[in-house]
C-alpha cells in the first residue's frame, strides 16, 4: 500500500468531518437569504484549499456569487488540468418531505444525508482531498493543477461565461475535469462523451381581438388552438421525425463504432419503462431509445396553452394561443439557423385567419462533443477500469452541461466528467445523500488519475506558463 | 287611433317608472347574496300582472329561483300562447366600467341605463303592459294568455326542464313566444327559424407518471402535448370540414329557399372583420360565413393546457395535456351520438406511448328547428313588416337558447321569438341600457300580434281546456 493510500486511510474520518462540516452550510445560490451562506462556502473551500497546501488560493468575485481559485504549478512543461466543481446548493423545498433537516448532515448506512451532499459538496471535496493525500506524503504532484470552484451552478452559471473569458489566462490549461456528475451505476463506471445543446422559443398565435361566443362565431372565425395544433401536428410525423424544413441540416449520422460504443451501455427497458409508468418507448424507429434520447436532435413541445381551462364548460372560441417549445441540438446544429428553420416552419404552416409570432426564448447552445480518443479520456478509462474491474462504456447524454461549453468557447479546451455521484442519490430532491463508499472511492480515484495523466504527459502540448 | 293605442301613449311614463323600480331590484341569480332580490323581484312581477288585470297570478317554487305564472283564459276554443321571459339577471362585475351604478337606473338620451334593462326586464315588461293596455280599454283579450316568467335563466335555468315537465298541464298551449333576445338592426327585423344544439367534452392524454426532463427523455418517450395536437389536427381540415367519421351522419342540407333566407340577412363581412380585428373568415368554403355559424355544425376547441405555461423556459417532457371541445350540433345530430364518434375518432387516434380517455361535459342538447310556415311565425311576420315596413329576415342562431328546447321536449310546442333587444345594448357587459323606443315599440307590437293570432286562430288546434 502506497504512503498516500494510507494517508487516505487514517484520515478518512477527518475528511468525513470536512465534509460534514460543509454540507452544514446552507449555500443555495438561488435564495436571497442565503447569498451569504454562499459566501461562506467560498471562505470555507479557499481554507480547505490552504489546508491541503494548494497555492494562489484566493476568492474571486463576480457580479453575484464568487469563484473560487487555486494552482499547483510543478513544471511548466507537464499538462496542467483545471478541475471545476460547485459549492451552490439547490434549494430545499418541499422540507417537511425530509427525514432530517437537510443543512444537519446525517450519517446512515455509510451515506451522508444533506443537501448538497452528492451534488456538488462531496464530489467536488474529493480532488481537494486527493491532492492533499500526494503532497502531505509524496510532497509534490505528478502534474500542474487548477482548481476552479463556483457558486451559481444551481441557477444556470449566468456570470460564469464573462469570468472565464475575463481570466482565460489564468486558467489555460490542457483539459479540464468536472467533478460535478456521476457515474452509471455502483458497479458500471462511465466517461461522457457528449451533450445536446439547446434552444428554446414560443409560438404566439392571435385570432380575433377577443374572446368570441363559440355558438356565435364557431364555424365562421378561425380558431387559435385549432392552428395551434395544425401547427405543431406539422412539425412532426408519426414516427417521431421533425418534419421542419432545414432541422437535420447539421447532424452528422454517428459512426458504426460510435454506435457500438453506445450500445455497450447496460439499459434495462423493462425496468426504466416501469419506472416511467409507460408501456412502450416512441420516437424514430430506425435508432435505439438511448440513441434517440442522446445523439438525436428533438423538437419538444414543453407547455400549451389557450382558452378555458377551469371546471366544465365554457362555450369560448378563444382569442389566443400559445406554446412553448425546446429543441435538444446534436452535432454541428446552430442553434439561430435551427430556430430560423421553425420560423420559417411557423410561418409557411400558419392556417388563415390568425397571426402568428414566435419569441426566443435565452440565447441557446451548441452540443458539446468530446473526442473519443483524447487522453484525457483514455486516461480517465484506464483508472476506471482498474477500479470497476470494468471497462467504461462511453455514453453522449441528452441534457446540456454548462460549463462544457463555456470552457470549450473561452478556453478551447475538453472537459472529462470524472465525478462518483450515482443516480438514485436524490440530487435536486428531499433526503439528498451521498455514498461514503463513493466518497472514499473518488479521492483515490483522482490520485491514480492524476499519478497516469503524467504517464501520458507526452500527448499533451505544452502551455509555458 | 285606437283605444289601447292612446292608454299606451298616456300611460307611457308611468311605464317607465315600473321599468325603472323593476330595475333596482339587483336581482342577480348567480350571487348568493342576492338571491333575496330575485325573490323579490318575483313579488315584483306577480304585483304588477295582478295590476295589469290576469288571473291566476302565482309564484311557484322550482329547486332555486321561483317562477311567476298567470294567465287569462277567454275562450278555450280559441288558441293559447305562453309567453316567456326572465326577471332575473347578470352579474355586474367589472363594477368600474359603469357609468352609474347598474342597479340605480339612469334615464339618457330615451335610454334607460341598469342591469336588465334589455336583458330581460324591459323586454319581458312590454307584454304585461300590452295585456293591460288590452284589458284595460276592450276589456279582453283577442286569444288566450299564459305567462311563464323565471329567475334563473342567467344561470343557465338549471330547474326549468323539471318544473315545465311537473306543471305541463298549467302551461299546455298551442306554442311559445319568447320575450327573451332581439332584432337584428333599428330598421331591419328578424324571425329564428332555428338554434343549434350542443355537446362538451373533455379530452385528457397521459404519458409517463411524473414530468420527465426533457434532456434525459426527450426523444425516447411519447410528448402528451405532441400527441394531443396530432389528435386535434386530425380531427378537422385545413377547409374547416370535421374528419370525425359519422359526425356529419344526421346533419341534413338546407333546401335552396333555406339557404336564400339565409342569403337576406344583411351582413357587412367588412364591418364584421373589422369588430373582430380579423383581415378574413375561415370556414368550410362551400357555405357562407352566416351558413357557418348557424346552419352547419362545428367541432370546436374552447381551452388546451399542458406541461409549462409560466414565463422563461422550463425543460419538461410534460407527462399530461388536455383539451375541451364543445360541438354545435344542427338538424337531427344527437348530442349523444356525436360525443360517441368523437370518442372512437380519440381511440383510433391516440399516438402511441400515451393513454387516452374522455370526459362527457354536461347533459348536451340536440338542434332546435322550427317550421318557416309556422302560423306563429307567419302572424309574427305580417306584424313585424307593419311595424318596421321591412319583410323580417329568418335566420338560423349557432348559440342555444334552453328554453326553446325545453318547451319543445316537455310541452310539444314551439318557441316564436318576439323581443326587440339590439345587440349594441351591452347585455352581459357594463352599461347595459335598452331604448326606450323600442320599449315602446314591443308594447304596441306584443298587441298587433295578439291581434293578428286571432286572426289566424283557424290554423291551430283547440286545446280544450
Request: glycine share 8%.
Amino acid at each position: 500500500m502506497e504512503e498516500w493510500q494510507i494517508y487516505q486511510l487514517e484520515k478518512q474520518e477527518e475528511f468525513v468531518d470536512d465534509l460534514v462540516e460543509f454540507l452544514k452550510i446552507p449555500s443555495m445560490s438561488g435564495q436571497a437569504d442565503s447569498f451569504k451562506d454562499v459566501e461562506a462556502a467560498a471562505q470555507w473551500v479557499k481554507d480547505r484549499l490552504i489546508r491541503a497546501g494548494l497555492e494562489h488560493v484566493s476568492i474571486l468575485p463576480t457580479a453575484q456569487h464568487p469563484v473560487v481559485f487555486a494552482q499547483y504549478i510543478k513544471d511548466p512543461s507537464l499538462p496542467t488540468v483545471l478541475i471545476y466543481g460547485h459549492f451552490d446548493t439547490q434549494p430545499v423545498d418541499p422540507l417537511d418531505l425530509w427525514d432530517s433537516p437537510p443543512f444537519e448532515p446525517v450519517i446512515k448506512n455509510d451515506r451522508v444525508y444533506a443537501r448538497g451532499a452528492s451534488d456538488d459538496k462531496g464530489n467536488m471535496l474529493a480532488p481537494i482531498l486527493a491532492v492533499e493525500s500526494l503532497l502531505k506524503t509524496e510532497g509534490e504532484l505528478p502534474i500542474n493543477i487548477k482548481f476552479l470552484f463556483e457558486g451559481q451552478e444551481e441557477i444556470g452559471s449566468p456570470d460564469l461565461p464573462d469570468f472565464v473569458a475575463a481570466y482565460k489566462d489564468l486558467l489555460a490549461c490542457n483539459f479540464a475535469i468536472s467533478a460535478d456528475g456521476g457515474q452509471y451505476e455502483e458497479d458500471q463506471p462511465l466517461l461522457l462523451l457528449g451533450l445536446r445543446g439547446i434552444c428554446a422559443l414560443q409560438i404566439d398565435l392571435e385570432g380575433a381581438k377577443s374572446d368570441l361566443h363559440s355558438g356565435h362565431y364557431g364555424g365562421m372565425v378561425q380558431n387559435p388552438i385549432h392552428a395551434l395544433s395544425h401547427l405543431l401536428a406539422s412539425m412532426r410525423d408519426d414516427n417521431g421525425k421533425i418534419t421542419v424544413d432545414g432541422f437535420y441540416d447539421d447532424v452528422k449520422e454517428l459512426t458504426k463504432d460510435e454506435r457500438a460504443e453506445i450500445a455497450k451501455v447496460p439499459f434495462d427497458s423493462y425496468k426504466e419503462l416501469l419506472n416511467l409508468g409507460l408501456e412502450e418507448f416512441f420516437g424514430e424507429s430506425e435508432y435505439s431509445p438511448l440513441e434517440r434520447a442522446s445523439i438525436r436532435p428533438t423538437l419538444e413541445v414543453n407547455g400549451i396553452w389557450g382558452g378555458f381551462q377551469g371546471e366544465g364548460t365554457k362555450t369560448v372560441l378563444p382569442s389566443e394561443a400559445h406554446a412553448k417549445i425546446t429543441c435538444r441540438l446534436v452535432a454541428e446544429q446552430n442553434p439561430d439557423h435551427v430556430i430560423e428553420a421553425i420560423a420559417k416552419h411557423v410561418r409557411k404552416n400558419t392556417l388563415p385567419g390568425v397571426r402568428s409570432s414566435i419569441k426566443i426564448l435565452g440565447k441557446g447552445s451548441s452540443a458539446y462533443n468530446m473526442p473519443f480518443d483524447h487522453p484525457g479520456n483514455v486516461a480517465a478509462a484506464e483508472v476506471l477500469k482498474d477500479i470497476y474491474l470494468k471497462t467504461p462504456v462511453h455514453i453522449w447524454a441528452g441534457g446540456s452541461i454548462p460549463i462544457c461549453s463555456i470552457l470549450l468557447e473561452h478556453l478551447k479546451v475538453y472537459t472529462v466528467n470524472f465525478a462518483f455521484g450515482l443516480s438514485d442519490e436524490n440530487i435536486h430532491a428531499p433526503n439528498e445523500f451521498f455514498r461514503l463508499e463513493s466518497f472514499r472511492k473518488s479521492q483515490k480515484a483522482y490520485v491514480l488519475y492524476l499519478k497516469n495523466l503524467a504517464k501520458h504527459a507526452g500527448k499533451f502540448s505544452s502551455l509555458g506558463f
